[in-house]
């Protein structure tokens, strides 16, 4: 299956899901409060996708780069609902994925 097929074939659940998980890897490099980092990793712990993504998937998601983090930044700017649904668009995720090749193999990883 194609990259183009992966990213039109899995759930914006997972698209959302998993750029989040990479902003989220990205903020835990920072010099961050001790509670922040905490839940951090308690959201990561939980955010599996049934079938989808799964602990292994996570561990595989590398953290955003400075070009994502800057769309990411943008994005924000429209809302929380606004923003996770700008990620879950194919054309946006494919961005992403551009930016940070782990989005995909998180899949590959989690269908193991």
Known sequence: MSVTDEIIHVS?????????VSIVKRA???????EYRL?????LDRCHIDG???????????????A???IYREARKLGT?????????????????ALNPSLLTALEVSRR
């Open 39 to 43: 839940a951090y990793l308690e959201w």
């Open 12 to 20: 914006r659940g997972y698209r959302w899901t998993a750029v989040y």
């Open 81 to 97: 609902k606004k923003c996770l649904d700008i990620f879950a668009e194919c054309d946006v995720f494919r961005s992403f994925v």
């Open 52 to 66: 989808q993504l799964n602990a292994a998937g996570i561990a595989a998601i590398q953290p955003m780069c400075d």
């Open 28 to 34: 835990l490099q920072d010099n961050i409060p001790d």
């Open 68 to 70: 994502g983090d800057e």
